[in-house]
């Protein structure tokens, strides 16, 4: 029987990366409240937070600082526009913090709103500025399959998820994607993580001879794939690529939307991988959600070539109304500050080994092929035979299933396909960590 609430959803809202069809029949989860890593949903039921939301909360649900942030900014100056030159206290600030903690030197900061139109940001400066190096043919941009980057047009071009492309006339001409970098799905037989990396990077290189060298302008790629399925870098994966690109004087942008503030055990993930990236997009944690925000850092390089270029033709025609909005900023200022005072990649650290043990531990457990994580992500491979890692027919949804027991048991997960991921609230605590794996195993359980 549907709530009253649930009806009212099934008649007026279509849902982002919902089937459609199915809910229809089953309706919502309609969540009302957060405290802590906990949601409580419109029956009061408690849910422990395996997601942080989507990868974003990194300090729960309840933050009073952040409240208050949002709140005193609201009443001070609740929307400027930085269009024509026009500035305010809270994006600087927001920028010297971003300058300063970035993993690689800096040179300038341009706000957005969400993950995907950074990435669009990206593209776009990625094509200006190549005309503006009067090469004008040195366009295209690599990705990889299984990548996520959003879904703009263009960063759904971006993204190597079928889901995205198919019937959307998608991909972009121009957006290319080389081989997905999971060793546990794609290694042959026997090949070690080192060998496996080397036949990634030879598979760019090729890609790249293929295509011609000036004409590829960018590689775009996750520290940790999100939405492709939790999957960490092999070893060695991010010294070979960067090799190659510098080869051919390609572009690294480095997406660390969902890695980004302490989720891989540093600040960034292009730290704990070593990417040598030239311009990076953020979102998600840099607000810890509580408002939409997103900042696309860039190099020096990069930036005096924008720069130049206005010097010949005038404006920089891009941008949009919410860049930079004042309360998303001074919300970011008041998130990093929180992550410098409170240690937040000390406490990564610290609860890091716990959550990792309890994650492989998930590997003893008949239903699943692999479980891999790093600082505080993971994913959980279910397979329907261990030995020949044999995938379930995916009409048979085994992944979605254990994350609606785990539902059931008050776990909030996230499955993609047959993979489930783990991506909790920062500030979540060993027993809570404990107690979310306990949830999972029972749910795995039900799910045999
Ligand atoms: N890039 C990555 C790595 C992401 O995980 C996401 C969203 O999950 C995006 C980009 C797109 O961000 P948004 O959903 O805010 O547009």
Redesign the pocket.
């Known amino acids: 029987m549907l709530s009253n609430l649930a009806v009212r959803d099934i008649e007026t809202l279509v849902h982002p990366y919902t089937n459609l069809a199915a809910h229809r029949e089953t309706g919502p989860l309609v969540l009302e409240s957060g405290k802590g890593v906990y949601v409580y949903d419109s029956n009061g039921k408690e849910y422990l937070e395996g997601m942080a939301g989507?990868?974003c909360t990194a300090l729960g649900y309840s933050n009073q600082e952040l409240i208050e942030t949002a709140y005193e900014q609201m009443k001070k100056l609740p929307f400027q526009h930085i269009f024509g030159g026009r500035s305010h206290d809270p994006a600087i600030e927001l920028a010297e913090k971003l300058k300063e903690i970035a993993p690689v030197p800096i040179s300038k900061v341009f706000y957005g709103a969400?993950?995907?139109?950074?990435?669009d940001t990206q593209i776009k400066i990625v094509w200006y500025m190549n005309n503006a190096l009067g090469r004008p043919q040195k366009k295209k941009i690599i990705s990889r399959l299984k990548g996520?980057?959003?879904?703009t047009v263009a960063?759904a071009s971006l993204t190597g998820l079928p889901n995205n492309h198919i019937d959307f006339d998608l991909p972009l001409p121009g957006i290319l994607h080389t081989s997905c970098p999971h060793h546990y799905r794609f290694a042959e037989p026997g090949e070690s993580e080192q060998d496996f990396s080397s036949r990634m990077a030879a598979e760019l290189e090729e890609m790249i001879l293929r295509e011609g060298p000036d004409t590829v302008a960018a590689f775009i790629a996750?520290p940790v794939m999100?939405?492709g399925g939790a999957i960490t870098p092999p070893a060695g994966y991010f010294e070979k690529i960067n090799a190659v690109l510098a080869k051919y004087d390609i572009l690294f942008i480095a997406?660390e939307?969902?890695t980004g503030f302490g989720r891989t055990g540093n600040m960034f993930g292009t730290t704990t991988y070593g990417l040598a990236a030239d311009t990076l997009?953020c979102?998600?944690q840099i607000t810890s959600a509580y408002f939409?925000l997103?900042a696309v850092m860039m190099n020096e390089r990069v930036y005096e070539v924008l720069v130049d270029q206005s010097r010949k033709i005038g404006t920089f025609g891009h941008g949009n109304t919410y860049a930079g909005h004042p309360v998303g900023c001074a919300v970011a200022v008041k998130t990093l500050e929180i992550y410098q005072r409170e240690r937040i990649v000390e406490h990564v650290r610290s609860v890091s080994p716990t959550f990792l043990r309890r994650l492989t531990k998930l590997e003893e457990h008949p239903l699943v092929g692999e479980a891999r994580g790093v600082g505080m992500i993971g994913g959980v491979e279910l397979v329907r035979d261990k030995a020949t890692k044999a995938s379930f027919e995916i009409k048979k949804g085994v992944g979605p299933k254990s994350v609606l027991f785990a539902q059931q048991e008050g776990l909030i997960l996230r499955a993609m396909g047959d993979r489930v991921a783990f991506c909790p609230p920062l500030i979540m605590k060993e027993a809570e960590i404990e107690e979310m794996f306990d949830r999972y195993e029972r749910a795995l359980d039900k799910t045999l």
Not at 114 to 119: E, M, P, R, V
């Open positions: 989507l990868w969400s993950g995907s139109d950074a990435n996520y980057h959003g879904v960063s996750e999100g939405a997406d939307v969902i997009s979102a998600k939409p997103s």
